[in-house]
C-alpha cells in the first residue's frame, strides 16, 4: 500500500433526487413560492410588449389588445395573477422574520410589521388604479 | 440587495398591474384607458422611470430567484455556470430592453 488515503473517500454526499420537494407539503409549498418568480418575470415581457405596442402606434396596440383576449393568454395571465398575490402575500408575511425592530424594549409583533406592507399595498394599488382609469 | 428591493416592487406594484391589463380590461370589466391616454400617461419622464425600475427590479428579482430554485429545487449546482448566465444575463437583457423601448417613446 502506497498511500492509503488515495483509497479513502473524502467526504460523503447521499444523491438528492430531482423530486425531493414533492415529498411534503411544505416542500412543495416552498417551491411554488419560489416559482412565482417565473410569473414575476412573464409579467415583465408582457408589460414590454405592451411599450412596444405602444410604440408602434393605435392599430399594433389594438392588436395587443385582442391577444390578450385569447383564451391561451387570459388563463396565463390569470395564473400569473395568482401567483403574484402569492408572492406578495408571502413576502409580506415574511417581513416580521426579517426585521427585528425592538420598541421600548419589548419586540413589535409580527401583525405591527406586516399589517402596514398590506395597507401600503392597497393604497398604491388604489393611486395606480386610479391614474389608469381616469383618462 | 436586488433581490429583496425587486421583491418589495414586485409584491407592491405587480398584483394590480396584472389585475387590470391581464384580465380587467381584456374582460370587459372596466372600461380599458383609451390609447392616447395610455400614451400620453407613457411619455411623461416619471412613468417611464417608474416602469423602468418596476421591469428591472423585477427581472434581477427573478433571476436570483430563479438561481436558487434550480440549485436546489431540480439539484443541479453543477451547471451553475449555464444558470448564472442564463439568470442574470436574461436580467441585464431585459433591463437593456426596458431602457431601449422606454427610451424610444416618441
Known amino acids: 500500500m502506497n498511500n492509503p488515503t488515495e483509497y479513502l473517500p473524502r467526504s460523503y454526499h447521499t444523491r438528492v433526487s430531482t423530486y425531493w420537494w414533492l415529498a411534503r407539503w411544505a416542500s412543495v409549498k416552498f417551491i411554488l413560492r419560489e416559482a412565482s418568480s417565473v410569473f414575476v418575470a412573464w409579467i415583465v415581457v408582457v408589460t414590454l410588449l405592451q411599450i412596444r405596442a405602444l410604440t408602434r402606434g393605435p392599430a399594433d396596440y389594438a392588436e395587443l389588445q385582442n391577444s390578450l383576449r385569447s383564451p391561451l393568454l387570459l388563463t396565463l395571465n390569470a395564473v400569473s395573477l395568482a401567483f403574484v398575490i402569492f408572492h406578495a402575500v408571502t413576502w409580506f408575511n415574511l417581513a416580521p422574520k426579517a426585521m427585528v425592530i425592538r420598541l421600548r424594549g419589548k419586540r413589535l409583533s409580527s401583525l405591527a410589521i406586516a399589517a402596514p406592507n398590506y395597507v401600503a399595498w392597497v393604497v398604491i394599488s388604489a393611486a395606480i388604479a386610479w391614474i389608469l382609469l381616469r383618462g | ?106
Open chain 2, 1 to 106: 440587495m436586488l433581490f429583496s428591493a425587486g421583491g418589495v416592487v414586485s409584491a407592491m406594484l405587480m398584483p394590480i398591474h396584472v389585475l387590470l391589463f391581464g384580465l380587467a380590461f381584456p374582460l370587459g370589466w372596466v372600461d380599458a384607458p383609451s390609447y392616447e391616454h395610455l400614451l400620453a400617461l407613457v411619455r411623461h419622464p416619471l412613468t417611464r422611470v417608474y416602469l423602468f425600475i418596476l421591469c428591472s427590479l423585477a427581472l434581477f428579482h427573478w433571476a436570483h430567484r430563479f438561481r436558487f430554485t434550480l440549485y436546489d429545487g431540480l439539484q443541479i449546482k453543477h451547471l451553475n455556470e449555464l444558470i448564472n448566465t442564463f439568470c442574470y444575463g436574461g436580467a441585464t437583457l431585459g433591463t437593456a430592453v426596458a431602457a431601449y423601448l422606454l427610451w424610444r417613446i416618441p
